[in-house]
């Protein structure tokens, strides 16, 4: 099926830019008959399924960081296969710390980018030993700080474990977000303000596991699985998909 035209506002890139001035806020604000579109979409995303989950093995903060530092440019799947057997040898900042960047690669050498990561986490570890006292800070700031932690990172660890809620949009997110309307906006930054002021607030601790699993596994990037979404009749993108 060909790619949908490059003049359409609801691209699957979402590539058009905003005709604005760079000066210029803005709005958030949705119409009434928009608020009700996507307050229903939320809706039948926790119908379908209540208590969406990350699908990355943890078991403590720390050992979510680190997971969550490690899936960048990689699969969940393989960021577990390799912490299945990294977190029973290093699942605090000190065992982290004693095992360094040579112990840690083997551990994580089949995914993406290891060394930098290795070297992140590393460091991350020993910032976490030397001046929380092993401790993992669950504030933002104190964890964008840390080496290999970003916006995202935080955004999706800060939101898991119920410090505040955060919407991390990472390419699946971006992707659905533009496809279901959601937002236009051009970058991570905004999309996330965008949905942070559009989702209604019962559901945005979810959203980002719901965006997440919807792009993962129906609204893929190359041919979405619009017969089996959930919510292809509202969605102002099927069309280009379905040809109808």
């Not at 979409?41 to 943890?58: C, K, T």
């Not at 960048?72 to 912490?83: C, G, H, L, P, R």
């Not at 994580?108 to 976490?128: E, F, P, T, W």
């Amino acid at each position: 099926m060909s790619s949908p035209p490059r003049t359409k506002p609801l691209s699957a890139l979402a590539t058009v830019k905003p005709r604005r001035s760079s000066k210029a806020k803005l709005s958030t604000r949705l119409s009434p008959k928009a608020r009700v579109r996507v307050a229903e979409i939320f809706a039948r995303f926790q119908a379908a399924q209540p208590d969406p989950r990350p699908e990355l093995d943890y078991i403590s903060p720390y050992t979510f960081l680190v997971a969550v530092a490690l899936s960048a440019q990689a699969t969940d799947k393989s960021v577990n296969k390799a912490t299945e057997r990294l977190f029973p040898v290093a699942d605090t900042p000190r065992k982290m710390l004693d095992l360094g960047v040579e112990g840690l690669e083997p551990y994580i050498k089949s995914i993406g980018l290891y060394r930098s990561k290795a070297r992140n986490v590393v460091a991350a570890a020993r910032i976490l030993v030397e001046q929380y006292g092993g401790e993992t800070p669950l504030e933002r700031e104190a964890l964008q700080a840390l080496p290999g932690v970003g916006r995202k990172t935080a955004s999706v660890v800060l939101n898991q474990l119920d410090v505040e809620p955060a919407i991390a949009v990472d390419t699946h997110v971006f992707r659905v977000s533009h496809r279901l309307d959601l937002t236009q906006a051009p970058t991570p930054d905004k999309v996330e303000r965008d949905l942070m002021a559009r989702v209604p607030e019962p559901y945005r601790t979810r959203a980002h596991h719901w965006l997440i699993l919807h792009g993962r596994y129906t609204c893929v990037a190359r041919k979405p699985k619009c017969p089996e979404c959930l919510v292809a009749d509202l969605c102002p993108s099927r069309p280009l998909y379905m040809g109808v």
